[in-house]
């Protein structure tokens, strides 16, 4: 009888071990090379393997926040490459989602003055730098997890920030988002195990959040939070040092003259990362 039983636990837990077994484990990536662009920041491409097919393209930048800072623009909306060249940082990317006006709709920190309201319960978490004196207790960049950290806006110690949704991974390594069918093209800056922030940015429309926050728990990356920015046409990354250039697809399609509407891919509020 015991044996008996036994048996049956052994196939219960066989039942339930395949899927998540399997889920676990149909995500995979090429290698990942570094290439160094400047002192803490570093650049890289890999493919995406599901099941072992290509099913997508990722850029990602890592970059130290001992060695570079990290500050929040927000004015009329442009493209990218006219941020870039405005504003002469090393990378500029998307920051979070935006009105039909060019406002944001979560609370964001340039240079310490708060834009946009104070608090919107669908924001789930905040990029946050540049702690007020640089006091060695707090992290020079790091991703908040709103659930866990109310936001006061004139005591957050931090002079930029920016808050969006959904949280991919939280510290816990739990998927914060829920599975849907629908697919975009997707930037999502992240926090790793050694205090680097990594920004994430697909080369096509192939990933849903819920796909693409368990490829970040189960890359090689050492993914410890990820924050999702603006999907979709606003999903765009430039980098620009004096011995490499990239630009995203998105960014791309706003150099197509006439072929496309050029205003769909103006941004109201970027990211930008200079050396220290």
């Known amino acids: 009888m015991i044996a008996r039983v036994f048996g049956l636990f052994l196939l219960a837990w066989a039942w339930w071990a395949i899927p998540w077994t399997a889920l676990a484990q149909e995500w995979g990536h090429t290698d990942i090379q570094w290439q160094v662009l400047g002192r803490g920041l570093s650049f890289t491409r890999v493919e995406v393997l599901r099941d072992e097919e290509t099913v997508e393209t990722l850029a990602v930048v890592k970059i130290d926040p001992a060695a570079n800072a990290f500050r929040v623009f927000h004015h009329r909306p442009q493209d990218i490459a006219a941020w870039q060249q405005e504003l002469k940082a090393v990378v500029v990317f998307n920051a979070s989602y935006y009105s039909q006006d060019g ?3 979560g609370l964001i920190i340039t240079d310490g003055k708060p834009l946009g309201p104070p608090r919107n319960p669908k924001m789930r978490g905040m990029f946050v730098a540049e702690p007020k004196g640089m006091s060695p207790d707090l992290p020079r960049a790091t991703i908040l997890d709103l659930a866990l950290t109310p936001i006061i806006p004139q005591k957050l110690p931090w002079t930029q920030g920016v808050q ?3 949280l991919l991974l939280d ?5 914060r988002v829920r599975q849907t069918d629908k697919t975009a093209h997707r930037t ?3 926090t790793d195990r050694h205090g680097n922030i990594l920004v994430f940015n697909t080369h096509s ?3 849903t959040l819920y796909d693409l926050a368990w490829f970040l728990k189960e890359s090689a990356f050492e993914i410890d939070t990820a924050l999702n920015l603006d999907g979709g046409r606003e999903a765009q990354l430039i ?3 004096k011995d490499f250039e990239y630009s995203s697809a998105n960014s791309l399609g706003t150099q197509l003259g006439t072929l496309l509407d050029h205003k ?3 941004l109201p509020t970027v990211l930008a990362v200079f050396p220290r």
């Open 103 to 105: 406002q944001p709709v």
């Open 164 to 166: 969006s949704f959904p």
């Open 171 to 175: 510290a816990k390594q739990r998927i």
């Open 188 to 190: 999502v800056i992240a």
């Open 205 to 207: 429309a192939y990933f």
């Open 239 to 241: 980098i620009k040092t």
């Open 264 to 266: 769909q891919y103006e």
